[in-house]
């Protein structure tokens, strides 16, 4: 099983990963936008059955052609899931989407979902499918094992989260800057403490700019040094004084300290 997997990544890999078809527009942006469609082909929308209706829950990333990685907090094995690819806006029907269910979803062992701070809050979903690559789907690329990016690395949160502390789900794709707060900084006792894991990530902390519920499970979007979009972190939480409180940037599972499961898996 181990061998047929990490034969799907290298195939993968070597068709090529984190380079969009569309270049996402990158240049000056501050607080959330409309994402150019289908520049972050890879963006998925995890989505869940009830009364008939199918409603987004989370975000995730497509790293391989039938692999999703996405958070461990919203799975919650009770729920019927599918997972929507090539999707820009969740109310319209678009050329190049496809909804796929999943055939199995592996959440990290070690993940207590009454401890989120504990960690490990990454799963994977294993699709029924294969998708077709196509200028609206497409993979990232996974970060080398132990990468950790510098203070203020210019990252990209996409999701389709809620546009602000309790209001409403964005209809289109959003994408905001979000400069990586390194370790040291997130761990200080006026930011997130020193109980802060270093398997996660933080970015953000402004006070303007952050995650929100419905972007869990979403990518922290950075560019590496080959012009590659690596997805180094997955939105994990925030604070509970609010989605964009200033010192408390949104948390991300470092996906870099997770490479060894992720090819078990």
């Known amino acids: 099983m181990l061998s047929i997997v990490l034969a ?12 969009p078809a569309i270049e996402p527009a990158v240049t000056r942006v501050v607080n959330g936008v409309d994402v150019v ?16 209706e199918w409603r987004h829950t989370c975000g995730g990333s497509l790293i391989a052609t039938n692999w999703v990685m996405t958070a461990a907090h919203c799975i919650n094995h009770d729920l019927t899931y599918r997972v929507f690819v090539g999707k820009h806006n969740l109310k319209l029907e678009e050329a190049g989407s496809k909804a796929i269910t999943p055939a199995t979803i592996i959440v990290h062992e070690k993940w207590n979902p009454i401890f989120v701070a504990f960690g490990n809050d990454i799963a994977l979903i294993k699709l029924s499918e294969h998708v077709t690559l196509s200028d609206s789907v497409q993979l990232t690329c996974i970060p080398a094992a132990g990468s950790v990016l510098t203070q203020d690395y210019p990252c990209y949160i996409t999701g ?25 900084t997130c761990t200080k006792n006026d930011w997130w403490g020193p109980a802060l894991r270093n398997t996660m990530v933080c970015a953000g902390g402004d006070g303007v700019v952050g995650g929100c519920n419905g972007d869990s499970g979403g990518p922290l979007n950075c560019k590496n040094a080959e012009g590659k979009w690596e997805v180094h972190g997955i939105a994990s939480f925030v604070s509970g004084l609010g989605c964009n409180f200033i010192k408390k940037p949104t948390v991300f599972t470092r996906v870099s300290g997770f490479n060894d499961w992720i090819d078990q898996v």
Do not use: F, K
């Not at 469609?37 to 008939?52: A, D, K």
């Open 8 to 19: 799907s990544v290298l195939i993968a890999s070597a068709l090529g990963c984190g380079t």
């Open 37 to 52: 469609p289908n520049s972050w082909p890879w963006q998925i929308s995890l989505q869940y059955e009830r009364s008939g």
């Open 160 to 184: 389709w989260g809620r546009l602000y502390t309790g209001g409403p789900i964005a209809d289109n794709l959003q994408q905001a800057l979000m400069p990586v707060v390194d370790h040291a």
